[in-house]
T-cell receptor, first 111, second 114 residues
Framework: DTAVSQTPKYLVTQMGNDKSIKCEQN?????MYWYKQDSKKFLKIMFS???????INETVPNRFSPKSPDKAHLNLHINSLELGDSAVYFC??????????FGQGTRLTVV | GENVEQHPSTLSVQEGDSAVIKCTYS??????FPWYKQELGKGPQLIID?????GEKKDQRIAVTLNKTAKHFSLHITETQPEDSAVYFC?????????????FGQGTILTVHP
């Protein structure tokens, strides 16, 4: 049973395109997150949703738009992709503010 | 905001030795400190955590210590095995408006040689 699942696992696309990454968790958690891991492995939070409400929005370009249709899903849509957006994007979930479980990641490559 | 520094960036040990990774944090309001292990091609996996009202926690070969006064915490792995080889991240978190937000250290690449 996959706890936090992301699709796709790999995404290669051209600059200027729009793409989405989907995330689903079956843990019954009330909080979901998107993190970005750069080429140096540094992990940084992008967004956090609690019960479908946006509670954390770090200094992320507004080309990135998260959407949470329900507590179990948090999708990430990226407009006008740039080379610098290439990274691994991780979805995570937690019940309350601790014990976050991470998905396997989506490796986005913009060419 | 919170800043977490992690050292060393790489650590190489022989199987059976102990490994210690240290982190410092800047915000005294941080109250939750998890450690994650990330294997190649996978997401970070929580291996142990500690809250600010506890000084030490142990789970089999893994232990974490927290010094709130000095604002540092450490991960100790005893009797290391080759399967412990991975990237390890410390993190710090607060409640309030930063609910659930994890600020990560830079990561430590641990290599355990058989």
């Amino acid at each position: 049973d996959t706890a936090v699942s992301q699709t796709p696992k790999y995404l290669v696309t051209q600059m200027g395109n729009d793409k989405s990454i989907k995330c689903e968790q079956n843990l019954g958690h009330d909080t979901m997150y998107w993190y970005k891991q750069d080429s140096k492995k540094f992990l940084k939070i992008m967004f956090s949703y609690n019960n479908k409400e946006l509670i954390i929005n770090e200094t992320v370009p507004n080309r990135f738009s998260p959407k949470s249709p329900d507590k179990a899903h948090l999708n990430l849509h990226i407009n006008s992709l740039e080379l610098g957006d290439s990274a691994v994007y991780f979805c995570a979930s937690s019940q309350g503010a601790t014990n976050a479980f991470f998905g396997q990641g989506t490796r986005l490559t913009v060419v | 905001g919170e800043n977490v520094e992690q050292h060393p960036s790489t650590l190489s040990v022989q199987e059976g030795d102990s490994a210690v990774i240290k982190c410092t944090y800047s915000d005294s309001a941080s109250n939750y400190f998890p450690w994650y292990k990330q294997e190649l091609g996978k997401g970070p996996q929580l291996i142990i955590d500690i809250r600010s009202n506890v000084g030490e926690k142990k789970d089999q070969r893994i232990a974490v210590t927290l010094n709130k006064t000095a604002k540092h915490f450490s991960l100790h792995i005893t009797e290391t095995q080759p399967e412990d080889s991975a990237v390890y991240f410390c993190a710090a978190s607060q409640g309030g408006t930063s609910y659930g937000k994890l600020t990560f250290g830079q990561g430590t690449i641990l290599t355990v040689h058989p």
